[in-house]
């Protein structure tokens, strides 16, 4: 079973950067899908970005497309999202997921597609 942990959250300002990190620890992670998900106050948890196990497949929200970059290290097992030209409206908890996959380059959109979660981070942009 893997366990999941978030970093790299905060406050930045409208236009900023930000980089969030997901170290996994226990289970193989180079078998896992991995995805980014966000959460706004009074909003449904919404699927961000994800990632396949071999990093080839790619998916993204479409409003975060040009934005936002997803990668990940097996070496290093830890996912990363790297944000940039941050908006208001992207203020929310960052949560990162995993689940097995048979398939190297399969990736999942869906929250309920994956088992495991992060406790989140929180980013908030200031205008």
């Known amino acids: 079973q893997v366990q999941l942990v978030e970093s790299g959250g905060g406050l930045v300002q409208a236009g900023g950067s930000l980089r969030l990190s997901c170290a996994a620890s226990?289970?193989?992670?180079?078998?896992?899908?991995m995805g980014w998900f966000r959460q706004a106050p009074g909003k449904e948890r919404e699927v961000v970005a994800a990632?396949?196990?071999?990093?080839?497949?790619?998916y993204y929200a479409d409003s975060v497309k040009g934005r936002f970059t997803i990668s990940r290290d097996n070496a290093k097992t830890t996912m990363y999202l790297q944000m940039f030209s941050l908006k208001p409206e992207d203020t929310a908890v960052y949560f990162c997921a995993a689940r097995e996959a048979f398939f190297r380059g399969a990736y999942y959109s869906a929250a309920e597609d994956y088992n495991y979660w992060g406790q989140g981070t929180q980013v908030t942009v200031s205008s």
């Open positions: 990632i396949s196990r071999s990093g080839e497949g790619l």
């Open positions: 226990g289970g193989s992670f180079s078998s896992y899908a």
